[in-house]
């Protein structure tokens, strides 16, 4: 099955109308959702309870046809709650695989940073790998799996912050609003008379396509070129992050090759073969803000880094 670009754009455009069922406004949000599907890439969402965080991975698994995990994090958490464990069978004498909610296409991981790091860490082999190691012996997860991480940043007791290695995993970190007031007013008029939990196959989300479908989509983004000037440019910008004099740690060098991946995606969902510098532009906040670390002094100021970035971004030469 092979996809031309505007084939894309047309299933994002699907998948859009689909989710839109469902939740109100949180455009920005979808897009970059659509972004980290096809250039296969991790989300972590931010934002306070109640903002749909979670009812908005359930709509996008189901607009996509895949099979939707969740995991709800807690203190007592252990890491075979995640990967599951090799049982003993009695009746064959035999140690059995009972496998854990990692195995899914998509995996909600709902307020990752209330448990700890042990716990924590056992996403990292399945983020980077697409695999799961158990007493030795490797199993495989799906190729389309995806991780979608939610945590509240108002909570300061009872919560373990991601370690930098982890949150590298991560291809954005995504900051939730609260909606417009006529976003809201929407929100109130369309679930206010409805009662019990909200499915969103009951607001008419179908799925549009499926895992052979986004694979076909990822794969057309090598229909898309980037030119030597934008690849100098990504560069550029990540090198500067580790001369700035507000930031005690810089970028790394995955960042910069995401950075570039997520730009060919950008580019594929609005049906262009090649990337222009909106592109990195419109991704260097979500790519770069976890990324980085304020200098003691920039946090005494009160420094904001996705202020911060976006300096960078103006301060940094572009292609013309």
Do not use: W
Request: with cysteine; glycine share 6%; net charge negative.
């Amino acid at each position: 099955m092979t996809m031309s670009l505007q084939d894309v754009r047309s299933l994002a455009d699907a998948i859009r109308a689909e989710i839109a069922k469902a939740i109100v406004g949180q455009d920005d949000m979808v897009d970059m959702l659509l972004v980290a599907l096809l250039s296969e890439g991790h989300v972590l969402m931010e934002g306070p309870p109640g903002t749909a965080k979670t009812f908005l991975a359930n709509a996008f698994a189901t607009a996509l046809g895949l099979d939707f995990g969740r995991i709800q994090f807690t203190p007592d958490l252990l890491p075979g709650d995640i990967l599951g464990s090799n049982l003993f069978n009695f009746q064959t004498s035999q140690f059995t695989l009972t496998r854990g909610p990692i195995f899914c296409d998509l995996l909600l991981a709902d307020e990752i940073n209330r448990t700890p790091p042990k716990t924590q860490a056992a996403l990292l082999e399945a983020m980077q790998e697409r695999r799961v190691t158990l007493d030795g012996e490797t199993h495989r997860l799906p190729e389309r799996f995806m991780v979608v991480a939610t945590q509240n940043p108002i909570e300061n007791q009872g919560v373990y912050p991601l370690p930098e290695a982890q949150l590298d995993r991560f291809l954005f970190k995504l900051l939730v609003p609260y909606p417009a007031e006529a976003e809201e007013a929407r929100i109130v008029a369309t679930y206010g008379q409805r009662s019990g939990p909200q499915r969103p196959a009951d607001l008419g989300v179908v799925a549009v396509t499926n895992a052979a479908g986004i694979g076909a989509a990822s794969a057309a983004l090598a229909q898309v070129t980037v030119a030597d000037e934008i690849t100098s440019y990504v560069v550029r910008l990540v090198r500067a992050t580790r001369d700035h004099a507000e930031l005690t740690v810089g970028a790394s060098p995955r960042a910069a090759v995401l950075l570039a991946g997520a730009a060919r995606a950008r580019a594929a969902l609005e049906g262009r073969d090649y990337v222009i510098p909106d592109d990195v532009k419109a991704l260097a906040v979500p790519v770069l803000r976890h990324r980085l670390t304020l200098s003691p002094a920039a946090e005494i100021e009160g420094r904001d880094m996705e202020t911060l970035v976006a300096e960078l971004v103006e301060s940094t030469e572009a292609p013309r």
